[in-house]
């Protein structure tokens, strides 16, 4: 069982910055993979950011160059810096964790519950 917390939301003007933060319930050595995704009105969730335990990462293009997701194992937080913010970044962003069971080829998802981030024009 792994629980998720996100803070760091808030309205930003565009151009502006925020940093999200995730923290788990475990040591996040024992994740995969952890990354942020985010959900306008009316549209799916789609992936922003994440990274695995070897510390690669993938971004979405639509953030490359502005948003940088790291991780802090001694705090076991992951960290999404987001930089040079539009309005279409404006949307509800959740922190997920994924734990891999290969025996049972498994995949099990964690999310958190989920902060708003609104960039005003």
Do not use: H
Request: with cysteine; aromatic share 10%; charged share 15%.
């Amino acid at each position: 069982q792994v629980r998720l917390v996100e803070s760091g939301g808030g309205l930003v003007q565009a151009g502006g910055s925020l940093r999200l933060s995730c923290e788990a319930s475990v040591n996040i050595f024992s994740i995969n993979a952890m990354g942020w995704y985010r959900q306008a009105p009316g549209k799916q969730r789609d992936l922003v950011a994440d990274i695995t335990s070897g510390s690669r990462t993938n971004y979405a293009d639509s953030v490359k160059g502005r948003f940088t997701i790291s991780r802090d194992n001694a705090k076991n937080t992951v960290y999404l810096q987001m930089n040079s913010l539009k309005p279409e970044d404006t949307a509800v962003y959740y922190c997920n964790a994924k734990v891999l069971v290969p025996t049972m080829t498994t995949t099990y998802n964690y999310w958190g519950q989920g902060t708003q981030v609104t960039v005003s024009s």
